[in-house]
């Protein structure tokens, strides 16, 4: 594993080392194309493969089959000519396909002549009352947990919320004998009918007969309660009560731990600031970048491959990771493509790995009181704006995200409106009646992730840089 990168220019450099990343740098390399692979955390997997190579689960069967397939994709990098850093921090990259990376406290600079972005999803953000008291939690923060260290919860836990990860984290939290005291299901009612028309391509899915067994290993050994409307979290500076209503009846239970979890969207902040063209989905109530069959972007030689290309799952990743990968070798070095799978055959691996993806996406789709908050309920954590503060400033004149900003702060916190930006779009266009295309999202700029001063006067100039200044 390198420290810093090896050269200034590369043919292809790859962003983030969950599935889609690992596919993509392996198949890059293998290629001979001189491959980097940059990724923030200590080691490769991402989310769904986290600490792959690390973790202290040994019994395969507690973390499921599914994670173990991450292995045999470390493996095939390790085994190519990548180069790979890790605890790199990709702070920029711009339309000249410039890179900047925080390594160690010290930034370096590369250029690569095609750019794969495989920065993954992240939790959808879910900002109920009391969502920021010590003790609440998001599903995903207790997963790395459970697969980084072995740990799993051991006093009064409650999950809520609805999707896949739920369940599976619940599995895996029982498996690994933690407590779960309560699940509340937040799936409305209504989805289930919305998401019947579906069915057929879901029933011969994988997901199928996974998320069954799944369901039923859990309800086996923990009471859920379905149809919760709405849900809260109390205590004095730290959590001690879960209150949710269901069937019209509220309850109000003991609680030290409360899990959160309504599903995943793509992380586009890198995406953004990179200048690259994104809509907005209504299906996946998210924002997705504007791509074409092989994954590439709005901004020429930067591609898109896995979660941050739209929500699929890890298989699908795999497959979009290698498709990106493999139009990087058609473009850069073609007598090469001709011995890596075809296209076609790749697409239909996608189409494979998709199938039964709409059903999930309409079953699960997060109901409005638990994405667009009211009154004192905290939506921008970093700098403590409530949505009546969002309400108020578009009342006098605030028309989108941006203008937010100049109100409240919101987005310029270190988050960088990653926990409440798409809270902001959703909840600003209900008010001003409006869709959330047309409100659209944070204008986001380099660095997209926080450095300090002293990193950036660090970094090595040229004398035509200090010329370009002094001449500014």
Not at 51 to 62: E, F, G, K, L, N
Not at 201 to 219: D, H, I, N, Q, W
Not at 242 to 256: K, L, N, Q
Not at 299 to 328: M, T
């Amino acid at each position: 594993m390198s420290v810093a990168p090896k050269r200034e220019d590369y043919d292809v450099a790859v962003i983030g080392a969950g599935p889609a990343g690992l596919a993509a740098a392996a198949t890059s390399a293998e290629a001979g194309l001189s491959t980097l692979l940059l990724d923030e955390n200590i080691g490769p997997g991402g989310q769904v493969f986290r600490a792959i190579s690390s973790t202290p689960v040994i019994d395969r069967s507690q973390l499921g089959a599914d994670y173990w397939v991450g292995a045999d994709l470390v493996q095939s990098l390790r085994a190519s000519s990548a180069e790979v850093i890790h605890r790199a921090t990709v702070w920029s990259l711009d339309r000249n396909l410039d890179i900047a990376v925080s390594i160690g406290g010290a930034s370096a600079f590369v250029k690569a002549k095609r750019v794969i972005l495989a920065t993954g999803a992240l939790e959808r953000p879910f900002p109920i009352p009391g969502w920021t008291l010590p003790g609440v939690m998001t599903a995903g923060a207790a997963q790395t947990m459970l697969k980084s260290s072995a740990l799993v919860p051991d006093g009064r836990t409650v999950i809520a919320g609805q999707g896949p990860l739920l369940w599976l984290l619940a599995a895996q939290i029982l498996r690994l004998g933690g407590r779960i005291d309560r699940i509340l299901d937040t799936t409305e009612r209504g989805n289930y009918f919305a998401a019947l028309p579906h069915a057929f391509a879901f029933l011969t899915s994988p997901y199928f007969a996974k998320g069954l067994s799944m369901m039923r290993e859990v309800k086996a050994k923990v009471q859920v309660v379905s149809g919760v409307t709405e849900l809260s979290a109390s205590g004095d500076g730290q959590l001690a009560s879960a209150s949710y209503v269901a069937g019209g009846r509220r309850e109000t239970i003991p609680a030290d731990l409360l899990l959160l979890h309504q599903g995943v969207v793509p992380n586009v902040n890198l995406a953004m600031a990179a200048g690259i063209e994104h809509r907005w989905d209504d299906l996946q109530l998210c924002w997705s970048p504007v791509l074409d069959a092989n994954g590439r972007s709005s901004v020429a030689g930067i591609a898109i491959a896995g979660d941050g290309a739209g929500i699929g799952g890890a298989n699908a990743a795999v497959v979009r990771g290698r498709i990106a990968a493999r139009a990087a070798v058609e473009a850069l070095a073609p007598a090469v493509a001709a011995k890596l799978p075809a296209m076609a055959t790749l697409r239909a691996d996608l189409a494979k790995a998709e199938r039964g993806r709409v059903f999930l996406d309409t079953l699960f789709r997060p109901a409005p009181q638990f994405r667009i908050p009211s009154g004192d309920t905290i939506v921008c954590r970093c700098e403590e704006v409530t949505a009546k503060d969002v309400l108020d400033s578009v009342a006098i004149g605030a028309t989108g995200p941006n203008q937010l900003k100049a109100y409240r702060r919101t987005g310029m916190g270190p988050c960088q409106g990653r926990l409440c930006g798409l809270t902001v779009t959703e909840l600003m266009a209900q008010a001003r009646g409006k869709t959330p295309q047309e409100i659209g999202y944070y204008r986001l700029r380099a660095p997209v992730k926080p450095i300090t001063l002293a990193e950036l006067a660090a970094v090595p100039k040229t004398e035509d840089d200090v010329k370009a200044v002094v001449r500014g």
